[in-house]
């Protein structure tokens, strides 16, 4: 199955095979009107098995959410045609109203407009708590 | 400016300094009784209270302050929908310090992050309440004569206790503190206390659901009740609820140098039989408990000696 390259966009990379739907909503593509591919189930050496989500347009990336969702994640600034710059995701120290608590006595399950704050507290483990409740995030 | 939070927000030497105040604040009320006059004490209690709330109001008054404030959410603007954010940045237009406590874990973080005055924690939910915190770490210098190398058993409702959860974060701080935790299966301390600080601190402890096996090994035995209020179902509570009482019988197991602590209020995990005994220090700690929250207040406000 041939896919066409992008002239000028983004490339998200070695994403875990399966996951590339969930990123297209946590990423808030659906909203995007450029043309987006998603290729589910590519041949990885590396992973044996990996989704793309090849974007044709010039965004602003959360890398902070993308971090969060697969560190492993490669996200290639496609210019010209050519790759003009790789870059590598890590766990983000902080979220900020990228996942919401689940606990029911956390103050963010009353207060209005609050900000849904996690820190990552054990990074080996990619554990984040909430900064409010200390409820680790599932 | 200062807010306390959780304990942690205070280094060990900050509370040693605590601790100093208040034990001469106990040995010379005088020196202290008009050294915050002029300033206001609001006490915001979302959640019923007799101790902490009147423990904090006495202490403002015995430093020359004043006090305001509600003692249940009913009575304040919450009943129309107001938010916590809102509340705090109106009442702090009134007063120089806030003590608060509200029944969701966070409220005062929040509120601690718009307001133009110190917040002080006095309970959210199930979570955290340093002011204990440093009740009983002032009850313990004083009773042991220090905070290191001590052996102590927590017992009751571990999962929900707060004051649990703020004493084991303090102690971990301190020298060859060891920890016996004595609860039902389901009442077990919350994995970010387990992994967060007992695992990560590399703490010597032990889980236990059987009382009278342990208690000679501890210098303290730390009883909290089961809370009624943190129970969604009611025949869970009614089923734990008597898991652990604490009776002359059982206090023959005990050191006769063991004290025995309690945050307060007791139901029946302790006979008021045990009150006569010379090692039962829970009314002590109600006393101490009002002149930490003087050292605090005073620290809070920058008030200097």
Redesign the interface.
């Known amino acids: 199955m041939n896919v066409d390259e992008i002239k000028t966009g983004v490339v998200l990379d070695h994403i875990k095979a399966g996951k590339s739907m969930e990123l297209y909503h946590y990423l808030n593509l659906d909203q995007m009107d450029c043309c987006i591919a998603i290729i589910k189930n590519v041949k990885s050496n590396k992973l044996g098995k990996k989704d793309i989500i090849k974007i044709d347009a010039e965004i602003d990336l959360d890398l902070d959410v993308l971090g969060y969702l697969d560190p492993n994640i490669t996200v290639n600034i496609v210019k010209d045609g050519k790759v003009l710059e790789k870059k590598k995701l890590k766990l983000p120290t902080d979220l900020r109203n990228v996942i919401k608590c689940k606990?029911p006595?956390?103050?963010?399950?009353?207060?209005?407009e609050?900000d849904h704050l996690f820190r990552l507290?054990?990074p080996e483990e990619g554990?984040y708590?909430?900064?409010?409740?200390?409820?680790?995030s599932k | 400016m200062r807010h306390l939070i959780e304990i942690g927000d205070l280094s060990v030497e900050e509370i040693g300094e605590l601790i100093e105040t208040a034990n001469d604040m106990i040995a010379n009320p005088d020196y202290y009784n008009e050294i915050c006059k002029g300033k206001k004490l609001a006490t915001l209690f979302f959640e019923p209270s007799t101790r902490t709330r009147l423990s904090f109001e006495a202490a403002m008054l015995d430093l020359g302050g004043s006090v305001l404030g509600f003692s249940s959410a009913e009575s304040s603007s919450t009943a129309k929908g107001e938010s916590v954010t809102d509340t705090v940045r109106t009442v702090g237009c009134y007063v120089d310090i806030i003590a608060m406590r509200h029944p969701k874990e966070g409220a005062p973080l929040l509120a601690s992050m718009s307001s133009e005055v110190p917040i002080i924690n006095a309970g959210d939910g199930g979570h955290s309440h340093p002011t204990q915190t440093l009740t009983d770490l002032l009850t313990i210098k004083r009773e042991k004569g220090r905070l290191d190398n001590l052996t102590i058993a927590l017992c009751g409702d571990l999962m929900f206790g707060r004051t649990v959860h703020s004493l084991i974060a303090a102690m971990s701080c301190y020298e060859n503190v060891k920890f016996i935790l004595i609860s039902p299966e389901e009442l077990r301390i919350p994995d970010y206390i387990r992994v967060g600080i007992l695992q990560k601190k590399k703490l010597e402890w032990v889980e236990t659901d059987e009382m009278e096996s342990v208690l000679g090994k501890a210098d303290i035995l730390y009883m909290t009740r089961v809370q009624r209020e943190r129970f969604f179902n009611e025949a869970d509570y009614l089923r734990l609820r008597d898991t652990f009482i604490l009776d002359t019988k059982k206090m023959e197991y005990a050191k006769p140098d063991t004290i025995i602590m309690h945050p307060l209020p007791r139901v029946n995990e302790i006979s008021p039989k045990v009150d006569s005994d010379e090692r039962a220090c829970y009314f002590k700690q109600v006393k101490y408990g009002k002149f930490i929250r003087m050292a605090l207040i005073m620290k809070l406000l920058e008030v200097s000696k």
Request: aromatic letters at 4%.
């Open positions: 606990n006595r956390c103050i963010t399950s009353s207060e209005r609050i507290t054990s554990i708590r909430c900064v409010y409740c200390e409820t680790e």
